[in-house]
């Protein structure tokens, strides 16, 4: 099974801020891998598809780079409804996985 | 506009069964494969099942196997999850889950609002 570690497991930022996430793939999986946001008492929400394609009506301050083992997902200018957990899934085989998830919170 | 809504979550003693239902509706049920994803209290997110649009290719998640069983019913845009053999550890809610392309992605562009199971005696 593919294991995917996402670091840091917690970031403490303010409105404006640049935040970046990394997650890490235990094997290669090209670019299949997808982020998503995830509020107290939600359902996840998918932000980035194939590492770094930008869901429909997700805002242009997400983005996602990355191939091979090495992911990022990077929020440029953090806004307030910004605040969650963010989570990465492989999608190149099954069993798929997810990233033990990156709260947000505020500084 | 695309819902997904699960039911069939509640309390159920170690050892029991439940059969969870997610009724699909605002697009073609029968084009997408499926998914089942639970998620504990306050931990994350943890992929269970896969179905294909035919019922063909099913996959499940090591800690569920043989245990759980997913089907669906296209002409009723349904899905669902069979759980027997429960365990303490089961207890979380489940949501179903669509894959974003019809060429099964292994991502998930739709979410449920998800039902929740406990499990204790």
């Known amino acids: 099974d593919i294991q995917m570690t996402q670091s840091p497991s917690s970031v403490s930022a303010s409105v404006g801020d640049r935040v970046t996430i990394t997650c890490r793939a235990s094997?290669?999986?090209?670019?299949?891998l997808a982020w998503y946001q995830q509020k107290p008492g939600k359902a996840p929400k998918l932000l980035i598809y194939d590492a770094s394609s930008l869901q429909s009506a997700v805002p242009s301050r997400f983005s996602g780079s990355g191939s091979g083992t090495d992911f990022t997902l990077t929020i440029s200018s953090l806004q307030p409804e910004d605040f969650a957990t963010y989570y990465c899934q492989q999608a190149s085989s099954f069993p798929l996985t997810f990233g033990g998830g990156t709260k947000v919170e505020i500084k | 506009e695309v819902q997904l809504v699960e039911s069939g979550g509640g309390l159920v003693q170690p050892g029991g069964s439940l059969r969870l239902s997610c009724a699909a509706s605002?697009?073609?049920?029968?084009?997408?494969?499926m998914n089942w994803v639970r998620q504990a209290p306050g931990k994350g997110l943890e992929w269970l099942s896969y179905?294909?649009?035919?019922?063909?290719?099913?996959y499940y998640a090591d800690s569920v196997k043989g245990r759980f069983t997913i089907s669906r019913d296209n002409a009723k845009s349904s899905l669902y999850l069979q759980m027997n053999s429960l365990r303490d550890e089961d207890t979380a809610v489940y949501y179903c889950?669509?894959?974003?392309?019809?060429?099964?992605?292994?991502?998930?562009?739709?979410w449920g609002l998800g039902t929740l199971v406990t499990v204790s005696s």
């Open positions: 889950a669509r894959d974003q392309r019809t060429s099964s992605s292994g991502d998930f562009d739709y």
């Open positions: 094997q290669g999986i090209s670019s299949w």
């Open positions: 179905i294909s649009t035919s019922s063909s290719t099913m």
């Open positions: 605002g697009f073609s049920f029968s084009s997408y494969s």
